[in-house]
């Protein structure tokens, strides 16, 4: 078995606040070595979101990889995508293929009708939370933009905030 490592951060602040790029692949290592992988390849996409998985290279060359017989490992399907669409068609490609879909925050196994209904309910729930976020930043930004609060942008040069 191969196993092919995929990580994403889509901000700066998910570097600092969040899981960063190292702990999320010390992690697909830990479980790969755990799981007896023959081998681990790993792809990564920094500072891109996950809303659409069609735009992200490092997803693409992960897909790629797969073979029968491999583990797609991410550290949470949060890192994989926000779009029920995209990852229910992740995993349908993964399915085709022969290989295995294992997200380890959520221990996902996706080899049990248990195992696949948790994961389109999280896969819901993962693009839930993106819309969420959406909303209270526009909602945010409203707001400011009402007070004549600076939005966005560079301050012109010669200007002070």
């Known amino acids: 078995m191969k196993a092919i490592g995929y990580l994403r951060?889509?901000?700066?602040?998910?570097?600092?606040?969040?899981?960063?790029?190292?702990?999320?692949?010390?992690?697909?290592?830990?479980?790969?070595?755990?799981?007896?992988?023959?081998?681990?390849?790993?792809?990564?996409?920094?500072?891109i979101s996950g809303k659409r998985s069609d735009n992200r290279p490092g997803l693409q060359e992960a897909l790629d990889s797969v073979q029968t017989g491999d583990a797609l490992v991410c550290y949470s399907l949060s890192?994989?995508?926000?779009?029920?669409k995209d990852t229910i068609h992740l995993a349908d490609k993964?399915?085709?293929?022969?290989?295995?879909l294992v997200s380890l925050?959520?221990?996902i196994d996706t080899t049990t009708a248990a195992g696949k209904m948790v994961f389109r309910m999280l896969a819901v729930l993962?693009?839930?939370?993106?819309?969420?976020?959406?909303?209270?930043?526009?909602?945010?930004?409203?707001?400011?933009?009402?007070?004549g609060e600076k939005t966005g942008g560079d301050v012109p040069f010669g200007y002070r905030l």
């Open 9 to 47: 951060v889509s901000t700066a602040g998910q570097v600092e606040d969040g899981i960063s790029i190292e702990a999320q692949e010390a992690k697909v290592r830990a479980w790969a070595e755990l799981n007896g992988a023959e081998e681990i390849l790993v792809f990564r996409d920094e500072g």
């Open 79 to 84: 890192r994989l995508s926000r779009s029920t």
């Open 94 to 100: 993964l399915d085709k293929i022969g290989a295995d």
């Open 105 to 107: 925050s959520e221990k």
């Open 126 to 147: 993962s693009e839930f939370e993106r819309d969420q976020v959406s909303e209270r930043t526009k909602t945010a930004l409203q707001y400011k933009k009402t007070k």
